[in-house]
């Protein structure tokens, strides 16, 4: 069951939090819309869990702190879309509990030179 929130935009910012919890929401965006930006400048810990959104649309997280990513989705609510992270420099903990595109999972690892803990769960 998802509770559908409406996205009146393309981009969204959130200037103080720190702790992002998403969990069984569907985001209704724009047709016009490519991508949803989630701008969040002091965030340090990411959560989704069984999240979907319009397919073929892709969340975009602008997070410059972010330390700890934690992805839990089924597969059959993620078709056509994907979830990218513009900054991850300072990430130590990513936790992911399906892998669909080897690629995203190859760009954060690249980009992550502080990462202590990898935990992925494969179904």
Request: one cysteine or more; aromatic letters at 8%.
């Amino acid at each position: 069951m998802f509770t559908t929130i409406n996205v009146p935009s393309d981009s969204v910012h959130f200037e103080h939090l720190k702790h992002l919890k998403l969990s069984g929401i569907d985001f209704t965006m724009d047709p016009s819309f490519d991508y949803l930006t989630l701008r969040v400048p002091v965030l340090k810990k990411f959560e989704i869990c069984n999240c979907k959104w319009s397919s073929g649309k892709d969340i975009i997280v602008d997070a410059s702190l972010l330390e700890s990513i934690s992805i839990q989705q089924d597969f059959n609510e993620l078709q056509g879309q994907s979830i990218k992270f513009n900054e991850h420099a300072n990430l130590r903990h990513l936790e992911i509990g399906l892998v669909t595109n080897i690629e995203v999972i190859l760009d954060l690892l690249q980009k992550s030179p502080v990462l202590k803990t990898l935990v992925l769960t494969l179904k």
